[in-house]
């Protein structure tokens, strides 16, 4: 059960030896500036870009999309960051913060107390909860009901906490995919029984393959919220970074965000 966890501690151990020994081979880049010449402060964002409509990739043009890609380009603008997004795997996000490939992670990441103790959150931006999908027709009612069943989850996501507390249920029913939407194929195509993600991926799944059967139940989950995670003690950045939050938020850009991918 821990092993997900245990291996991305282990991870960030590693990625930290890394960084304090500097054995990058030479590599230069995201080391702390000269003494003299200050590194100018932008907004380096990773994101896991297959959770639509929060983050994904456009395919016929390349390009990272949705709510958190347009939000973070809006804060930066707010606060007059200049700001690049990459897709970073799930899993490898930490790492990638900690390695300084990336500067902060917004990818509808839910702010949790474990989380805490390795990043620094920004004030939340998102409020959401899980939903369970199934099939239509299914008997699974409530979480009560998985044990015993086949249940897909992105791996290491409160989805995947979720599942994982629920009295009797077995870690060998608990399909771990590396990204949502292969949990959400499975389901359409039965090889699993229901999947437990945040609301929003999979409603919005729902709408865009109206086709596939599947429905929605819920349960009395907690509500998540979701922030932007920075480097644990890098200030200068979640200053701003919650500067510019508060900013688009006030001004409407947020609102006018939400629109565009919600209603
Ligand atoms: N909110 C969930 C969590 O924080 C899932 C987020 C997954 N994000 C993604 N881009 N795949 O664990």
């Known amino acids: 059960m821990k092993r997900f966890r245990l291996l991305l501690v282990g991870l960030l151990v590693f990625g930290l030896i890394f960084a304090l020994t500097g054995c990058g081979g030479g590599d230069e880049a995201g080391e702390a500036p000269d003494a003299g010449e200050a590194e100018k402060l932008v907004i380096k964002a990773g994101t896991d870009a ?3 409509p929060m983050e994904y990739k456009n395919e016929e043009t390349g390009e990272l999309e949705g709510f958190d890609v347009d939000l973070i380009k809006a804060i930066g603008e707010a606060v007059g960051l200049e700001v690049s997004v990459k897709h ?4 490898g996000l930490f790492p990638a913060l900690e390695s300084g490939d990336i500067n902060c992670i917004i990818s509808s990441m839910t702010i949790t107390d474990e989380r805490k103790e390795i990043v620094d959150f920004s004030e939340p931006y998102f409020e959401a909860t899980q939903i369970i999908a199934v099939k239509e027709g299914s008997n699974i009612k409530g979480l009560k009901d998985l044990v015993g069943k086949k249940v897909g989850v992105q791996q290491n996501t409160t989805g995947h906490y979720a599942v994982e507390k629920i009295e009797g249920m077995k870690d060998e ?4 995919f590396p990204f949502t939407p292969d949990a959400l194929i499975n389901l359409t195509n039965g090889l699993v029984d229901a999947v437990v993600a945040d609301a929003p991926v999979v409603l919005n799944y729902i709408k865009h393959n109206p086709d596939a059967g599947i429905v929605t139940v819920t349960d009395d989950f907690e509500k998540e919220y979701y922030g932007i995670a920075v480097k644990k003690g890098n ?26 991918y919600f209603e």
């Open 235 to 260: 200030k200068e950045l979640l200053d701003k970074i919650n500067e510019g939050l508060a900013k688009v938020k006030e001004d409407g850009t947020y609102d006018e965000l939400y629109k565009k």
């Open 173 to 176: 029913d608990i399909k771990k």
């Open 50 to 52: 297959a959770y639509a």
């Open 88 to 91: 970073v795997d799930w899993d």
